[in-house]
C-alpha cells in the first residue's frame, strides 16, 4: 500500500492483527520496502489459507489501532468466506 495511506493509522505499527468475515484473526507483519508499506511475515500463511489468487479484490478498515478487517471477494466478485486454518495459530 502507498506510504500516504498510513497517515490513516493512528500510529504506525510493523505487526497488525487482519481480522477476517468468519471471526478468525491474524497476526501478520508490515515493513517499508520501496517506498511502499507490505504485508510481511505471516501474509503468505493467511493467502494460502484463503486461496487468495491474482485478480481477488480485498478491502481493509481500521477496526482499532492494531487490528485490520479484511473482506476478499474472487474473480466473481464472490465475498471469499474461508474457515480458520488449524495450521496457523489464531489470537
Not at 481477488?56 to 474461508?82: A, C, G
Amino acid at each position: 500500500m502507498p506510504l500516504d495511506f498510513t497517515k490513516h493509522f493512528p500510529a504506525l505499527l510493523t505487526e497488525f492483527k487482519l481480522k477476517t468475515n468468519t471471526g478468525c484473526s491474524w497476526k501478520v507483519t508490515m515493513r517499508l520496502m520501496n517506498g511502499r508499506i507490505t504485508l510481511y511475515q505471516g501474509w503468505a500463511i493467511f493467502a494460502a489459507v484463503h486461496q487468495i489468487k491474482v485478480g481477488y479484490m480485498m478491502t481493509f478498515k481500521l477496526l482499532t489501532p492494531d487490528t485490520l478487517e479484511v473482506i476478499v471477494f474472487n474473480n466473481n466478485d464472490i465475498l471469499v468466506v474461508t474457515k480458520c486454518g488449524r495450521h496457523e495459530p489464531s489470537l
